[in-house]
């Protein structure tokens, strides 16, 4: 009994090895891989088509439109748009046009868009008020002082330089301006005194003497007035009182 039992023994020791012989092999029970580590082949991650394994960048297949874009392009047009619009609208171009349409709009104030009177008055003594309206229908300018003319007298009057405003007397349609005219001397110190029965005046330009457009010719008194060597005028002025200041 001893025998067979340990020839027993012996067989099955000699199947148990040559079973693990065979799983080594690869020809017998397969291992599950449990006790040893996953192949690295097997692990490797693999590149989707059209990508590069090393990037990640498209290398083949087209991307997929790109609506992000397509917005971005939709809104560079805008922009040019909107820069022609601020071009054609900016305030150089219609700056530009106002300013040509209110140099167009202001003229030189005369005899053919004013009316114009001439009157003496009590205070200041000896003094004539020149009063010239505007009946026209555009702004004008009452330049430097009028050129007063008595009769036919040959010589012009100056004016007071110390009533020189400091702008340009500018008369709106219906708007009057004025300017004083000193006839005579109050002590009686003037000579060459005499009686004049008309009166012409002359406009000026831009520039001290030039000429201003159509003079104009008001009416005296019946009577005349009187003037001599003292005859002189004021400058222009937006006021009646700053007329007759002086």
């Known amino acids: 009994m001893r025998i067979r039992r340990t020839s027993h023994l012996l067989a099955l020791t000699a199947l148990t090895a040559l079973a693990l012989t065979a799983c080594e092999n690869g020809t017998g029970v397969k291992d599950e891989g449990a006790s040893h ?18 990037t990640g960048t498209g290398t083949g297949t087209a991307p997929a439109k790109d609506t992000t874009g397509s917005t971005g392009s939709s809104g560079d047009t805008g922009s040019t748009s909107g820069g022609k619009t601020a071009g054609t609208t900016g305030g150089g171009t219609t700056g530009g046009k106002a300013d040509d349409t209110a140099s167009d709009a202001r003229v030189l104030c005369n005899g053919s868009n004013t009316e114009v009177t001439a009157q003496p008055v009590a205070r200041p003594l000896n003094h004539m008020l020149i009063t010239v309206t505007n009946t026209g229908g555009k702004i004008c300018d009452l330049t430097y002082y009028p050129v007063v003319r008595f009769d036919e007298m040959q010589w012009v009057p100056q004016a007071a330089k110390e009533t020189q405003p400091q702008a340009v007397t500018t008369l709106a349609p219906g708007e009057s301006g004025y300017a004083g005219v000193l006839l005579s001397a109050a002590d009686g110190s003037g000579d060459g005194g005499q009686t004049a029965e008309k009166l012409t005046i002359a406009f000026q330009g831009y520039t001290p003497n030039s000429e201003g457009g159509a003079s104009a010719t008001p009416p005296l008194p019946a009577k005349g007035v009187y003037y001599d060597s003292s005859l002189a005028v004021t400058f222009w002025q937006q006021d009646m009182d700053d007329a007759l200041s002086w």
């Open 37 to 54: 580590p996953a192949s690295s082949t097997a692990t490797a991650a693999q590149p989707t088509p059209g990508t590069d394994e090393s």
